[in-house]
T-cell receptor, first 112, second 119 residues
Framework: ETGVTQSPTHLIKTRGQQVTLRCSSQ?????VSWYQQALGQGPQFIFQ???????GRGNFPPRFSGLQFPNYSSELNVNALELDDSALYLC???????????FGQGTRLTVV | AQTVTQSQPEMSVQEAETVTLSCTYD???????LFWYKQPPSRQMILVIR??????QNATENRFSVNFQKAAKSFSLKISDSQLGDTAMYFC????????????????FGQGTILTVHP
């Protein structure tokens, strides 16, 4: 049990809609990173948040946005959903100076 | 940009035997970390082992050990005495500090190797 929790576990949305995924980081961790994992592939880095600001971003369009709250929990927002956004979304928490990231169980998003 | 390549899409091994998973990477960084993560059907990514690039000694965690060849940019995982619970997708991953050297943010993952342990 790593202490990183994500909600919801599964979600079905229609193309064009907007979605918000949530992540509660492990106690004491000040950094949250989000990854997109397509079926049968490795996770791809979306972005990282530290001290409520974006601290690095992968090759994802601006319709992928995030927030980090004072308690270090985080949200991933995706606007104008596309079919290719269907994936497992993983959240990982860590200390900003530490390489060891602890992952949640992910949110499976299906866009129809 | 860093890349991580796992050339074995699937591997299988008999229980109690030894198996080695391969990984190569490409980077111009000199200071970085390499990882092996395990992702069972429960989907939760679990850290198996971590190697610091500046350490020549190969990391070991119980039945798991790595063969880190920095010059060849190779990082293989050896699982000894394989157990049924080792059945999972295994990912090799890379992390380097950000431009300011103040944080390790982005993990770059390989495509994964599905390992099946047979009884």
């Amino acid at each position: 049990e790593t202490g990183v929790t994500q909600s919801p576990t599964h979600l079905i949305k229609t193309r064009g809609q907007q979605v918000t995924l949530r992540c509660s980081s492990q106690s004491g961790h000040n950094t949250v990173s989000w990854y997109q994992q397509a079926l049968g592939q490795g996770p791809q880095f979306i972005f990282q948040y530290y001290r409520e600001e974006e601290n690095g971003r992968g090759n994802f369009p601006p319709r992928f946005s995030g927030l980090q709250f004072p308690n270090y929990s985080s949200e991933l927002n995706v606007n104008a959903l596309e079919l290719d956004d269907s994936a497992l979304y993983l959240c990982a928490s860590s200390l900003v100076t530490n390489t060891e990231a602890f992952f949640g169980q992910g949110t499976r998003l299906t866009v129809v | 940009a860093q890349t991580v390549t796992q050339s074995q899409p699937e591997m299988s091994v008999q229980e109690a035997e030894t198996v080695t998973l391969s990984c190569t990477y490409d980077t111009s960084e000199n200071n970085y970390y390499l990882f092996w993560y395990k992702q069972p059907p429960s989907r939760q990514m679990i850290l198996v082992i971590r190697q610091e690039a500046y350490k020549q000694q190969n990391a070991t965690e119980n039945r798991f050990s790595v063969n880190f060849q920095k010059a060849a940019k190779s990082f293989s995982l050896k699982i000894s005495d394989s157990q049924l619970g080792d059945t999972a997708m295994y990912f090799c991953a890379f992390a380097a500090p950000n431009a300011g050297g103040t944080s390790y943010g982005k993990l770059t993952f390989g495509q994964g190797t599905i390992l099946t342990v047979h009884p």
